[in-house]
Nanobody, 122 residues
Framework: VQLVESGGGLVQPGGSLRLSCVASGFTFSNYYMTWVRQAPGKELEWVSSIYLNGYTTLAGSVKGRFTISRDNAKNTVYLQMDSMKPEDTAVYYC?????????????????RGQGTQVTVSS
């Protein structure tokens, strides 16, 4: 089983990035998918989840700027990040579970990736 995140990097404030998380080793379409992030020196923060039917939820801090989506044919979940702010700087993790966990604790999920670094700075 693997969850592999990609798409992180350095972006200027106001810019955009799209993160991808490719899953393997389990039936992706049967899993709720979630993004969690951890800023330097801070606790983990739940960012967004997408249900099996495509319904999405977002943290208030990113609502209106981030969009989560999934492509079951590609076993991939995405996080489109627009109008980015310096406070979005963090390591972003994707996680999977058969139930709706919506927790900031990565250990609450059945599967989780290794993370990808996102830095928002001028």
């Amino acid at each position: 089983v693997q969850l592999v995140e990609s798409g992180g990097g350095l972006v200027q404030p106001g810019g955009s990035l799209r993160l991808s998380c490719v899953a393997s080793g389990f039936t992706f379409s049967n899993y709720y998918m979630t993004w969690v992030r951890q800023a330097p020196g801070k606790e983990l923060e739940w960012v967004s989840s997408i249900y099996l039917n495509g319904y999405t939820t977002l943290a208030g801090s990113v609502k209106g700027r981030f969009t989560i989506s999934r492509d079951n044919a590609k076993n991939t979940v995405y996080l489109q990040m627009d109008s980015m702010k310096p406070e979005d700087t963090a390591v972003y993790y994707c996680a999977a579970d058969t139930g709706l966990v919506a927790s900031r604790q990565l250990t609450a999920y059945t599967y989780r990736g290794q993370g990808t670094q996102v830095t928002v700075s001028s």
